[in-house]
């Protein structure tokens, strides 16, 4: 990580002191930003690449047993641990807008009901991401399991907005699509399917953030979806 890098992150604290003992501890320089009821809502700091990873709660083990589910994870660290996950499960379905793999996990018997789990569509909502692979995990290593049931889970449907929304805009929502003729990027690829396109709080507006493309699944992400 580069000096000038910032990055936005969440703690869990009950006071400002808290956060500060935090940044104490991990030889980090920040600046917090607080809303006018007094709440800390985000954190925006600058730091070097040897403190940066002294921080325990971001590192991530190499095998599969060590991935840590109560931390929101990076884009490479969450792909890294699909790939632990066994190949008769994990398929690519294509490539997003910018050319990065898109992954389904694929459990059980077609012949068997089918329940579909799709995270990240947006960008911004990380919980979303990091939910995907704590049901993979759950699955997976016998934590909670039903017979007769396939699963069908989609963990990053839209990885290029993701990445965005760590490195540059952490309210990033669309994906990162260039739009002909606009300063602005990306599209909403919730509203990009072909049921009721372009109606109800969908925007035409290339820079809204409900903007719902130029036509419907125009987009590589919904498209393949």
């Not at 499960?89 to 490539?95: N, R």
């Not at 072909?194 to 987009?219: A, L, M, Q, V």
Request: glycine share 6%; net charge neutral.
């Amino acid at each position: 990580m580069e000096d000038s890098d910032s990055i936005f992150f969440t703690i869990n604290a009950s006071s400002s002191a808290q956060i500060d003992q935090f940044f104490a501890d991990n030889n980090i320089q920040s600046e917090k930003n607080t809303n006018i009821s007094g709440l800390i809502y985000s954190t925006c700091f600058s730091c070097h690449s040897a403190s940066f990873s002294s921080a325990k709660s971001f590192q991530i083990g190499k095998t599969r047993e060590l991935f840590d589910f109560g931390v929101y994870h990076t884009l490479k660290e969450i792909q890294d641990w699909l790939k632990t996950l066994p190949t008769q499960w994990l398929k690519t379905y294509g490539k997003s807008y910018e050319n990065r793999p898109l992954h389904v996990i694929d459990i059980g018997d077609e012949k068997d009901p089918t329940i579909v789990i799709e995270c990240g569509i947006h960008a911004r909502e990380w919980v979303s991401v990091a939910f995907c692979p704590f049901l993979i995990d759950q699955i997976t290593s016998k934590k909670w399991e039903k017979e007769g049931i396939r699963w069908v889970i989609f963990p990053m449907v839209n990885p290029d907005g993701y990445r965005f929304s760590w490195r540059f805009n952490r309210f990033w929502r669309k994906n990162r699509r260039i739009i002909r003729d606009s300063p602005c990027h990306g599209v909403d690829l919730n509203r990009n399917f072909d049921i009721e396109w372009g109606r109800y709080s969908t925007s035409d507006n290339p820079c809204g953030e409900t903007f719902g493309g130029s036509k419907p699944f125009s987009e590589p992400e919904s498209k393949l979806f």
